[in-house]
């Protein structure tokens, strides 16, 4: 059984920063074995991918809403993985949620339905 869960939501005002964390439990699995991608939704609208991160770390997508302020990264020795987020904006306001499946590739994808184990979501807020 692999557990995801999110922590370092919050509110912000515009133009500051969160650092979201991802962390995993782990059964019988091995995290640098999976693929974290992070995504966010907001009330009506689809979920959309924010960045996605390969097993080994070697290979990060970001949505190109994001590029430049948000950077994700992952910690093998503490089975987290992190979503730093700068510079933000009234619209990146949604609740945020990491995801993984298990890869035997180099790349990630940035579609939710290859994602298998989901976290539960953490709140994101900017405003003025």
């Known amino acids: 059984q692999l557990q995801l869960v999110e922590s370092g939501g919050g509110s912000v005002r515009i133009g500051g920063s969160l650092m979201l964390s991802c962390s995993a439990s782990?059964?019988?699995?091995?995290?640098?074995?999976?693929?974290i991608g992070w995504f966010r939704q907001v009330p009506g609208k689809d979920r959309e991918v924010v960045s996605c991160?390969?097993?080994?770390?070697?290979?990060?997508d970001y949505a190109d809403s994001v590029k430049g302020r948000f950077t994700t990264s992952r910690d093998h020795a503490k089975n987290t993985a992190y979503l730093q987020m700068n510079n933000l904006k009234p619209e990146d306001t949604a609740v945020y949620y990491c995801?993984?499946?298990?890869?035997?590739?180099?790349?990630?994808?940035?579609?939710?339905?290859?994602?298998?184990?989901w976290g539960q979501g953490t709140q994101v807020t900017v405003s003025s």
């Open positions: 995801a993984a499946y298990y890869s035997g590739g180099v790349y990630c994808s940035s579609f939710a339905v290859h994602y298998d184990y």
């Open positions: 782990l059964s019988g699995f091995t995290y640098d074995h999976y693929v």
């Open positions: 991160i390969s097993r080994s770390g070697d290979n990060i």
